[in-house]
């Protein structure tokens, strides 16, 4: 019987991506080798990793604009370290929106090489919303911004204008909404969101702002060194590469990020307008600011947890517990997830509001 997976990450991907990385498992491109087993530097891999990085600049609507896009390792966490090491000048300062944890993170990695500005921060509040109306300032290296916080459930819908690099962490909401990606100077996102399993991270990275910060960086750390070695600096994570590609194929085929932005619109607007039509739940985040990708919801009377747990559960609804930090549910949505299992679980719902 069919599982609705809403789990935060690693989650869902589409089901051809499983079934076609299931039989590269096998049998990679009819090679009698299995994806697992063959090399990095094999014609058919580096043609994998030559396709998935153009097609991200494709979907991004970022080819020919003077950007780069890399697979790399080490999560997103590593991404914390890697941008001060490129973009922060010696005595320079960097500008971080707190929006939430993953933000708070990428703070605290910043502060060890040099002034680190918070120009605002919501944590007064659990994180519940974004922040607003706040200053950059325009002698900073680069202004840092989380887009999409999983697990508080808010998502950024406008973003400040600048006339320093921006740098964004859309790991759970890239390639979700159409956005002029040009804004941003560098973009990373870990792959277990929207784009693949865990295991890679990618970076997008506009050239020209490279090679300025004067520091000596670790070659490992150095975005110019993946460039230049068309991430292929070290062995690549293959299959997480060659998943990823199979996700940004299948999205390229249903219309791109246009088509699924519509997409999760409609499936955000069925799951929000339940939890604000039904007098037994109530949202987390503040409205302006919910995301389309984590929905955060609890129950008004905590005395029905038990029976609603042993609903869905029962409806083969799996990963909707929410984070210990928020409590109550957390229902991610992200690209692949299909408005049935949404439907079934405003059925449940809908089914313990009649009950009670």
């Not at 929106?97 to 500005?117: H, M, P, R």
């Not at 740098?167 to 890239?174: K, N, Q």
């Amino acid at each position: 019987m069919k599982k609705h997976n809403f789990s935060a990450g690693p989650c869902i991907l589409p089901q051809e991506v499983f079934e076609k990385s299931a039989q590269a498992i096998l049998n990679f491109n009819n090679s009698g080798l299995s994806i697992l087993e063959i090399s990095h530097r094999s014609k058919d891999f580096v043609a994998v990793m030559d396709e998935a990085r153009e097609l991200v600049l494709e979907l991004l609507d970022l080819k020919g604009k003077g950007y780069q896009a890399l697979f790399l390792q080490g999560g997103a966490s590593l991404e914390f370290l890697m941008i001060p090491y490129n973009l922060m000048k010696e005595n320079g300062k960097a500008a971080y929106l707190d929006s939430g944890t993953w933000a708070s993170g990428a703070i605290k990695q910043a502060k060890s090489f040099g002034e680190t500005v918070v120009v605002a921060s919501s944590k007064d509040e659990n994180y519940s919303y974004i922040p607003k109306n706040y200053e950059i300032p325009s002698d900073a290296d680069y202004f840092h911004c989380t887009s999409n916080n999983t697990i508080f459930g808010t998502q950024i819908k406008s973003f400040p204008q600048t006339d320093i690099p921006v740098v964004c962490d859309m790991s759970s909401d890239i390639f979700s909404r159409v956005l002029d990606f040009s804004k941003f100077d560098i973009i990373y996102a870990g792959a277990q969101k929207n784009m693949g399993p865990a295991g890679t991270t990618l970076v997008v990275v506009k050239e020209e702002i490279l090679g300025k910060s004067g520091r000596t960086i670790p070659n490992m750390l150095d975005y110019q060194q993946h460039i230049a070695k068309e991430s292929m600096y070290n062995t690549p994570p293959v299959f997480a590469v060659y998943t990823s590609l199979l996700t940004l194929q299948w999205l390229k085929n249903l219309g791109g990020v246009p088509a699924i932005e519509k997409l999760n619109n409609e499936k955000a607007a069925l799951l929000y307008n339940e939890i604000d039509r039904n007098p037994l739940f109530k949202g987390v985040a503040a409205t302006e600011d919910r995301s389309n990708m984590n929905v955060t919801f609890v129950l008004n009377n905590p005395e029905h947890q038990e029976t609603f747990d042993k609903m869905w559960k029962e409806a083969n609804i799996s990963g909707i517990n929410g984070h210990r930090s928020v409590g109550g549910y957390r229902a991610s949505i992200y690209n692949a997830m299909p408005i049935e299992s949404i439907q079934v679980l405003v059925d449940v719902m809908k089914k313990l509001e009649e009950n009670v």
